[in-house]
Structure formats: C-alpha cells, structure tokens
C-alpha cells in the first residue's frame, strides 16, 4: 500500500507550556483524509505512542475523488502520539487541532515522505507571550528502524537530541528550555542519523494558535498565494529561512490581487538563520490582498518561508507554509471545504506559478457545494473563491488549469468569537 505520513501532535494530551496565561494546556485532533484518485481507496490508519507502540488501528475506505473526517479520532482516551495512514490509492491529509476545547485552533498538511533534514523557520520564546514547541516524526512505518535527530537554534550554541522510534513522534517545548534566551526569535534545523523525518511547529499566544510543517526541501523562489494588510483586520507576516550555506540578499515582491499596490522588501539572512517581512510600503496603513514571491536571492541559496495570518483584535491567527514553484501543477486539491458548517466557512487562494496566463476550473465534490468557480489568472497573480451562502456544505474542491502551474491555500474560519482560524496548504496533483 501506499504511505501518506501525517503528523498528529498530542492528539488528546496534556502538554506542558511556559507560564503564559490563557494558553492551551489541552490539545485535540482530528484530520480530513482526501482520495486523489478517480478509484475508492483503502486506507489502514495507524495511531503510534511516542515509544513507537501502535495504539489502535482502523481502516477505512475514502469515496473516490471525496474525503472522509475522523472526528473524533479513533485513537484511546488520552493518545499522545501521530498517525501512519496506508492506501492504496493517492491519498492527502489535513490535521485540525484545538487547544482547551476550541478556544484555539490550528491547521496543518500531512507529508508523502521524510526527508533526512528538517528546516523549521520560525521558532520563539517569550515573544511578545508567544512560545513554540514542535513534534519531529520518524516517517519510517511502525516496526522499521529508529532514528536519532539532532536539533540546533540559530544564533545560540543549544542544541538538542532524542531517539525516535519508527513511527512515533517526539516533543521539543521551547518555552521550557533553559539553554534558549528569553526573549528568542529565531530558526531550528533538525537532523536525523538513521532514517528519514518530518516536524510540525505550533506557535501558541496567549490567544490564538499557528501551525505549520518543516521544511525537507528549499526553493530559491518560494511564493505566497496569500498575503493580507489592513485586510478587516487581518495582517500577514512572511518569515523567510536561508536553508543554504553562504549569507544572502532576499528581496519579497508584493502583487496585490483585489486590492493594494505593489511593493517589494529585501533584507540580508545569514546561512541557517531567519528574517521577517511585513509592513511592505507602509501597508499597516493601507489595505492589500494579494500574494508575494522572492525575486532575488542572490547568492542562489535556498529558501524556506512561512506565512502567519493574525486578527489581533479578534484574537484569531493560522499559518501556511510558502511553496516552491517547481512544486507547481496543472491541479490542486484542498480536502476540506465548508459552507454554513456549524458557522464555518472556507476561502481559498490559487497563485499561478507559471510564465503564462491561465484558465482555471474550481469544482467541488459531492452534491450541494458550491458552484463551479472559473477564472483566467495572469502570471504571479491569485484566484480569490470564498464559499459562504446559505445551506451546510462539507466536502473538497479541486482547481485545474489545463497546461497551467498552480499552487494554493485555504482558510477555515468562523465569525464566532475565539481562534477559530484554520488555514492550510492545497495538495498538488
């Protein structure tokens, strides 16, 4: 069978925080598995402790091209730990997790395969009352071998090590380590002896949580389908990581979609270290959508980003991961869509990465979803689609453009008070 690798971070546990108040000191999972094929797929999920012990298997079989949510999870009472998803037909997955009930939330893609080194762009303590802790996962099947990683922060000499069981997951809580200085803004690197990894980062306020994957791979050019300022109090900040060896110059372009102007930022970053991109061309002030792209690197090294989404006032924040265009593909699809789900409701963005302008076709599984959305987007520039109206909805939706490039992310949001703000990155097909 084919393997989707989905890290599930203390799914049902209890976890230690630093002693901010108002923090989660609960978290909860569940997860949407999407079918990527025209055929019914035959999943077997695998819950795995953080000792490498399976904790409960289930199976199950996702209708062709539709998805399936497990919530709650099938997993006993109290499971710390991740997920292994076996199938045998293309599958994806998103994890949705909240903390203290669903005071917070949060959003994150599953992995194909683990990479041997892991890069995690923005890693905090004591940040304004924003900690990060992040689980890295052995991506090797239960029963395989054991790895060893090694952790080290950019700009300190602390380092951190753990061995990890096939399978399993450990914990790394950067607001309980000692060596880290206190404030600390900065970037990780995990690397593994042994197998391969992956690693999901939770940024946690004092109201509102983030999520996003390491990176097994960097882009000299990574892009950014969205980016918002002054946006109904919506305001985004783009944390670029040099994954090379050698410093250099990066400059991000601004392209507004439905509104804004135009504007670029260029800041020098140092080999394994992190630089931050925000406020482009006074935009604290003035209103922009759109989405962004490194155009210069100039020492061609590459790069890894991560995108955060904040409504300070509203107390709701979610983060994505930026893509690398060679990623790109005529499809994308986003596993879980909503409309009017218990006052949820999704909005995506696709980025055409191509050179040229392309003719791009949303359709929606099921019935009762939305209407087809189509557009001609030009090169560098976004399709907005937001799925609100009358009458539940919840299923997936695919985008293609037939010879086109495309990558995308979606929202999951709900006007009710609290962070309930999910976004999530579209899988490429």
């Known amino acids: 069978m084919k393997k989707v690798i989905v890290v599930l971070v203390l799914a049902l546990a209890m976890v230690l925080v630093a002693a901010v108040s108002a923090q989660p000191s609960t978290y909860n999972s569940g997860f949407q598995v999407a079918n990527l094929s025209a055929t019914n797929a035959d999943i077997v999920i695998s819950y795995v402790k953080q000792d490498g012990t399976v904790d409960a298997t289930v199976n199950g079989t996702i209708p062709a091209n539709g998805s399936t949510t497990y919530f709650p999870i099938g997993a006993s009472a109290g499971f710390n730990g991740s997920v292994v998803i076996s199938s045998n037909q293309p599958v994806a997955a998103i994890a949705n997790v909240l903390g203290d009930g669903f005071a917070f939330g949060a959003s994150y893609e599953s992995f194909s395969e683990g990479a041997a080194s892991v890069n995690l762009p923005l890693i905090m303590k004591g940040n304004f009352n924003f900690n990060t802790w992040f689980n890295v996962q052995n991506a090797a099947a239960p029963g395989g071998a054991a790895v060893t990683v090694n952790i080290s922060y950019a700009g300190t000499t602390c380092t951190e090590t753990a061995t990890i069981a096939a399978g399993a997951a450990a914990t790394f809580n950067q607001g309980t380590n000692a060596c880290l200085p206190n404030p600390y803004v900065g970037a990780a690197t995990v690397t593994a002896t042994g197998g391969n990894i992956v690693a999901t980062v939770m940024e946690v306020g004092p109201t509102t949580l983030f999520a996003y994957n390491g990176f097994t791979a ?11 300022a002054n946006n109904f109090g919506y305001f985004t900040g783009i944390q670029v990581q040099n994954a090379g060896s050698a ?5 991000v372009s601004y392209v507004p ?15 394994g270290a992190s630089a931050t991109f925000l406020d482009c061309s006074n935009m604290s002030v003035s209103q922009f959508v759109g989405g962004a792209s490194v155009t210069t690197n ?8 991560i995108v955060n989404q904040l409504n300070n006032s509203a107390g709701k924040g979610a983060a994505y991961n ?3 265009p060679a990623s790109a593909s005529a499809s994308v699809n986003f596993p879980l869509i909503m409309r009017d789900n218990f006052g949820f409701f999704t909005g995506f963005n696709v980025y055409n990465a191509g050179a040229a302008a392309a003719s791009v076709t949303c359709t929606f599984s099921g019935t009762g979803g939305p ?10 520039a976004v399709l907005n689609a937001v799925q609100t109206g009358s009458g539940t909805y919840v299923g997936s ?17 709900s006007t009710a008070a609290g962070d309930n703000l999910f976004a999530y990155g579209g899988f490429n097909q």
């Open 218 to 228: 960097g882009s000299e050019n990574p892009v950014m389908p969205l980016v918002q």
């Open 247 to 251: 410093s250099t110059n990066v400059t």
């Open 257 to 271: 979609g439905t509104v804004g102007s135009a504007c670029t930022q260029t800041a020098t970053i140092a080999a």
């Open 298 to 305: 100039s020492a061609n090294q590459p790069l890894v980003a």
């Open 322 to 324: 930026a893509f690398d």
């Open 371 to 380: 209407a087809t959305v189509t557009a001609t987007v030009a090169a560098g």
């Open 397 to 413: 939706a695919t985008c293609t453009a037939a010879g086109g490039s495309l990558v995308g992310v979606a929202n999951e949001v």
